[in-house]
Protein backbone atom coordinates (compact mmCIF):
# COMPACT_ATOMS: atom_id res chain seq x y z
CA UNK A 1 0.00 0.00 0.00
CA UNK A 2 1.56 3.54 -0.95
CA UNK A 3 1.08 5.83 1.76
CA UNK A 4 1.59 8.67 -0.51
CA UNK A 5 -0.59 9.29 -3.71
CA UNK A 6 0.70 11.19 -6.11
CA UNK A 7 -0.61 12.42 -9.55
CA UNK A 8 -0.25 12.88 -12.51
CA UNK A 9 2.25 10.01 -13.00
CA UNK A 10 3.13 11.08 -16.22
CA UNK A 11 2.68 14.66 -17.72
CA UNK A 12 3.80 15.96 -20.77
CA UNK A 13 3.49 19.95 -22.00
CA UNK A 14 4.97 22.34 -23.96
CA UNK A 15 6.87 25.01 -22.70
CA UNK A 16 4.90 28.14 -21.45
CA UNK A 17 2.10 25.94 -20.08
CA UNK A 18 1.29 25.89 -16.16
CA UNK A 19 0.65 22.40 -14.04
CA UNK A 20 0.10 20.76 -10.82
CA UNK A 21 1.46 17.82 -9.22
CA UNK A 22 -0.39 16.29 -5.85
CA UNK A 23 0.45 14.25 -3.87
CA UNK A 24 -1.96 12.97 -1.39
CA UNK A 25 -2.34 10.95 2.04
CA UNK A 26 -4.15 9.61 4.91
CA UNK A 27 -1.90 10.31 7.38
CA UNK A 28 -0.41 13.23 9.01
CA UNK A 29 3.36 14.02 8.43
CA UNK A 30 5.15 16.08 10.37
CA UNK A 31 6.53 17.61 7.38
CA UNK A 32 6.70 17.48 3.71
CA UNK A 33 9.87 17.55 1.42
CA UNK A 34 9.36 17.70 -2.53
CA UNK A 35 12.90 16.47 -4.33
CA UNK A 36 13.48 16.37 -8.39
CA UNK A 37 15.28 13.32 -9.94
CA UNK A 38 16.91 13.36 -13.15
CA UNK A 39 18.11 10.14 -15.09
CA UNK A 40 21.14 8.76 -13.30
CA UNK A 41 21.31 11.12 -10.34
CA UNK A 42 20.48 11.04 -7.37
CA UNK A 43 16.96 13.13 -6.07
CA UNK A 44 17.81 16.88 -4.98
CA UNK A 45 15.42 18.81 -2.44
CA UNK A 46 13.44 21.57 -3.67
CA UNK A 47 11.46 22.10 -0.65
CA UNK A 48 10.59 21.38 2.91
CA UNK A 49 6.57 22.26 4.18
CA UNK A 50 6.41 21.90 7.72
CA UNK A 51 2.84 24.20 8.99
CA UNK A 52 -0.29 23.59 8.04
CA UNK A 53 -1.39 25.54 5.09
CA UNK A 54 2.09 26.40 4.81
CA UNK A 55 2.61 27.76 0.86
CA UNK A 56 6.82 28.34 -0.31
CA UNK A 57 7.42 29.85 -4.06
CA UNK A 58 10.69 28.93 -5.54
CA UNK A 59 10.72 31.29 -8.26
CA UNK A 60 8.58 29.75 -10.73
CA UNK A 61 7.44 26.60 -8.49
CA UNK A 62 4.99 26.91 -5.75
CA UNK A 63 4.56 24.47 -3.04
CA UNK A 64 1.48 24.08 -0.57
CA UNK A 65 1.24 21.80 2.72
CA UNK A 66 -2.59 21.11 3.29
CA UNK A 67 -4.08 22.34 6.60
CA UNK A 68 -4.45 19.26 7.76
CA UNK A 69 -0.66 18.38 7.11
CA UNK A 70 -1.94 15.01 4.97
CA UNK A 71 -1.55 16.77 1.07
CA UNK A 72 0.76 18.82 -0.77
CA UNK A 73 0.42 20.54 -4.23
CA UNK A 74 3.15 22.07 -6.20
CA UNK A 75 2.16 24.09 -9.13
CA UNK A 76 4.58 25.30 -11.59
CA UNK A 77 3.93 28.44 -13.70
CA UNK A 78 5.38 28.43 -17.61
CA UNK A 79 7.04 25.72 -17.47
CA UNK A 80 10.29 25.03 -19.05
CA UNK A 81 12.50 22.28 -20.66
CA UNK A 82 14.53 22.44 -17.63
CA UNK A 83 11.87 21.62 -15.64
CA UNK A 84 11.92 18.01 -17.15
CA UNK A 85 12.45 15.20 -14.48
CA UNK A 86 11.05 13.09 -11.84
CA UNK A 87 9.36 15.07 -8.91
CA UNK A 88 9.42 12.97 -5.96
CA UNK A 89 6.87 13.53 -2.72
CA UNK A 90 8.11 12.18 0.19
CA UNK A 91 6.77 12.71 3.87
CA UNK A 92 8.17 12.70 7.47
CA UNK A 93 6.65 11.54 10.39
CA UNK A 94 9.83 12.12 13.38
CA UNK A 95 12.84 13.76 13.59
CA UNK A 96 14.92 12.01 11.90
CA UNK A 97 15.59 8.68 12.25
CA UNK A 98 12.85 6.92 10.24
CA UNK A 99 12.95 6.86 6.44
CA UNK A 100 10.87 9.04 4.73
CA UNK A 101 7.54 8.16 3.00
CA UNK A 102 7.80 8.56 -0.88
CA UNK A 103 5.22 9.27 -3.42
CA UNK A 104 5.19 7.20 -6.50
CA UNK A 105 6.59 10.18 -8.33
CA UNK A 106 5.53 12.18 -11.55
CA UNK A 107 7.87 12.50 -14.69
CA UNK A 108 7.57 15.76 -16.62
CA UNK A 109 8.42 15.98 -19.70
CA UNK A 110 8.33 20.17 -20.93
CA UNK A 111 8.88 19.95 -25.04
CA UNK A 112 10.23 22.94 -26.34
CA UNK B 1 22.44 22.74 2.11
CA UNK B 2 23.93 19.32 3.33
CA UNK B 3 26.36 16.92 1.31
CA UNK B 4 25.93 13.40 1.02
CA UNK B 5 28.63 11.82 -1.04
CA UNK B 6 27.92 8.45 -2.79
CA UNK B 7 30.93 6.25 -4.58
CA UNK B 8 31.10 5.00 -7.29
CA UNK B 9 28.46 6.23 -9.60
CA UNK B 10 28.99 3.15 -11.57
CA UNK B 11 29.94 -0.20 -11.58
CA UNK B 12 30.25 -3.09 -13.57
CA UNK B 13 31.28 -6.37 -12.00
CA UNK B 14 31.14 -10.05 -13.04
CA UNK B 15 27.93 -12.22 -11.98
CA UNK B 16 29.40 -14.12 -8.24
CA UNK B 17 31.67 -11.34 -7.23
CA UNK B 18 31.12 -8.57 -4.09
CA UNK B 19 30.45 -5.04 -4.64
CA UNK B 20 30.82 -2.20 -2.27
CA UNK B 21 29.05 1.21 -2.52
CA UNK B 22 30.22 4.24 0.11
CA UNK B 23 28.28 6.45 1.48
CA UNK B 24 29.47 9.76 3.01
CA UNK B 25 27.85 12.71 4.88
CA UNK B 26 30.43 15.49 4.10
CA UNK B 27 29.39 18.00 6.43
CA UNK B 28 26.90 16.88 9.18
CA UNK B 29 26.96 13.48 11.39
CA UNK B 30 24.30 10.69 10.89
CA UNK B 31 23.74 8.29 12.98
CA UNK B 32 21.45 6.58 10.84
CA UNK B 33 21.42 6.16 7.26
CA UNK B 34 18.90 4.94 4.50
CA UNK B 35 19.51 2.64 1.32
CA UNK B 36 16.95 2.55 -1.82
CA UNK B 37 16.82 0.83 -4.67
CA UNK B 38 15.29 2.75 -7.63
CA UNK B 39 13.93 0.42 -11.11
CA UNK B 40 13.46 2.39 -14.38
CA UNK B 41 11.34 5.21 -14.11
CA UNK B 42 9.94 4.72 -10.87
CA UNK B 43 10.35 5.90 -7.41
CA UNK B 44 12.88 4.71 -4.04
CA UNK B 45 12.44 1.70 -2.38
CA UNK B 46 13.75 1.66 0.87
CA UNK B 47 15.60 -1.32 1.51
CA UNK B 48 17.45 -0.91 4.97
CA UNK B 49 17.95 1.29 7.64
CA UNK B 50 21.41 1.76 8.85
CA UNK B 51 22.32 2.61 12.19
CA UNK B 52 25.64 3.46 13.45
CA UNK B 53 27.23 1.13 15.77
CA UNK B 54 24.36 -0.91 15.57
CA UNK B 55 22.81 -3.69 13.08
CA UNK B 56 21.34 -2.61 9.93
CA UNK B 57 17.29 -2.48 9.82
CA UNK B 58 16.06 -4.64 6.52
CA UNK B 59 12.61 -4.24 4.98
CA UNK B 60 10.49 -6.66 4.21
CA UNK B 61 11.67 -9.10 1.35
CA UNK B 62 15.29 -7.45 1.22
CA UNK B 63 18.15 -10.44 1.88
CA UNK B 64 20.09 -9.23 4.96
CA UNK B 65 22.76 -12.05 3.67
CA UNK B 66 22.75 -10.39 0.20
CA UNK B 67 22.99 -6.54 1.35
CA UNK B 68 25.53 -6.39 3.57
CA UNK B 69 24.90 -3.00 5.54
CA UNK B 70 28.07 -0.98 7.71
CA UNK B 71 27.66 2.01 9.91
CA UNK B 72 31.09 1.78 11.05
CA UNK B 73 31.13 5.77 11.54
CA UNK B 74 28.98 8.67 11.93
CA UNK B 75 29.48 9.93 8.57
CA UNK B 76 30.27 6.39 6.32
CA UNK B 77 27.58 3.58 5.83
CA UNK B 78 28.52 0.79 3.42
CA UNK B 79 26.13 -1.22 1.39
CA UNK B 80 27.51 -4.76 -0.06
CA UNK B 81 26.11 -6.50 -2.83
CA UNK B 82 27.49 -9.60 -2.01
CA UNK B 83 27.41 -12.62 -4.62
CA UNK B 84 25.72 -10.59 -7.30
CA UNK B 85 23.67 -11.47 -10.12
CA UNK B 86 22.23 -10.08 -13.00
CA UNK B 87 18.94 -9.23 -11.24
CA UNK B 88 20.92 -7.29 -8.97
CA UNK B 89 21.43 -4.44 -11.76
CA UNK B 90 19.90 -1.67 -10.33
CA UNK B 91 20.41 2.41 -9.37
CA UNK B 92 21.26 2.38 -5.66
CA UNK B 93 20.70 5.79 -3.94
CA UNK B 94 21.79 6.39 0.13
CA UNK B 95 20.89 9.06 1.61
CA UNK B 96 20.93 10.79 5.67
CA UNK B 97 18.96 13.24 7.36
CA UNK B 98 19.74 15.69 10.31
CA UNK B 99 18.89 14.95 13.98
CA UNK B 100 16.73 17.21 15.59
CA UNK B 101 14.69 20.64 13.97
CA UNK B 102 15.24 19.70 10.17
CA UNK B 103 14.22 16.60 9.01
CA UNK B 104 15.19 16.77 5.37
CA UNK B 105 16.37 13.93 3.52
CA UNK B 106 19.70 14.52 1.44
CA UNK B 107 20.92 12.25 -0.79
CA UNK B 108 23.91 10.66 -2.66
CA UNK B 109 24.55 10.79 -6.58
CA UNK B 110 23.51 7.24 -6.97
CA UNK B 111 25.28 4.40 -8.20
CA UNK B 112 24.53 2.34 -11.18
CA UNK B 113 25.49 -1.20 -10.79
CA UNK B 114 25.32 -3.80 -13.77
CA UNK B 115 25.93 -7.35 -13.18
CA UNK B 116 27.29 -9.18 -16.44
Known amino acids: TQLLEQSPQFLSIQEGENLTVYCNSS?????LQWYRQEPGEGPVLLVT?????EVKKLKRLTFQFGDARKDSSLHITAAQPGDTGLYLCAGAQDTGRRALTFGSGTRLQVQP | GAVVSQHPSRVICKSGTSVKIECRSLDFQATTMFWYRQFPKQSLMLMAT?????????EQGVEKDKFLINHASLTLSTLTVTSAHPEDSSFYIC????????????FGQGTRLTVV
Open chain 1, 49 to 53: VVTGG
Open chain 2, 50 to 58: SNEGSKATY
Open chain 2, 95 to 106: SARRQGASTEAF
Open chain 1, 27 to 31: SVFSS
